[in-house]
């Protein structure tokens, strides 16, 4: 048990949240945020630091994030002043990004909470996209739920 505890106190002492993203790292500013390779110009806003990673997982896009530490919620009384909304409003201030990428869960409060910050990011020269939804790769449309399938109708693409 003694090794478990010390690593779990080596990671309190040494582990640091992002002033900029959000994300946890050992630096500050984050090795991500600090990466002059990666573009720009481009943010993708996820709910928390999984999901970050969960994107770099990919390693399709070398872009910056932005964790919110959550999304909004009525039933648990998540409201925007409790997420990480304001410092990326600092960050798009300044002028060099010029793409926001909302990858927020396809859910209610994750569907609620990208409205919310479409709503905001209007007053921002920004394009704002929406990671695509709809059927997962080798699904079965009988297994699919009908939300899933009416999604999937509403955003097909020409071949």
């Not at 409201?79 to 409003?89: A, G, Q, R, V, Y």
């Not at 709503?119 to 921002?124: D, G, I, M, T």
């Not at 449309?141 to 899933?148: A, K, P, Q």
Request: charged share 20%; proline share 4%; aromatic share 6%.
């Amino acid at each position: 048990m003694l090794p478990l505890i010390q690593a779990l106190q080596n990671v309190a002492d040494n582990i640091r949240v992002c002033p900029i993203c959000g994300n946890f790292d050992t630096d500050e500013p984050c090795h991500i945020c600090t990466d002059l390779s990666r573009e720009q110009e481009t943010v993708c806003v996820v709910r928390d630091v999984a999901d970050l990673w969960a994107m770099e997982r990919v390693g399709l896009y070398k872009v910056q994030y932005h964790v919110l530490g959550g999304i909004l919620s009525a039933l648990d009384g998540i409201t925007p002043e409790d997420l990480n909304m304001e410092s990326l409003f600092l960050r798009l201030k300044q002028g060099a990004i010029k793409e926001v990428i909302l990858a927020l869960p396809a859910t209610i409060d994750g569907q609620i909470t990208a409205h919310y910050m479409l709503s905001r990011l209007k007053e921002y020269p920004v394009k704002v996209t929406t990671l695509a939804q709809g059927l997962p790769l080798g699904a079965e449309l009988d297994y699919m739920d009908d939300g899933t399938i009416q999604l999937a109708l509403s955003a097909r693409k020409e071949i």
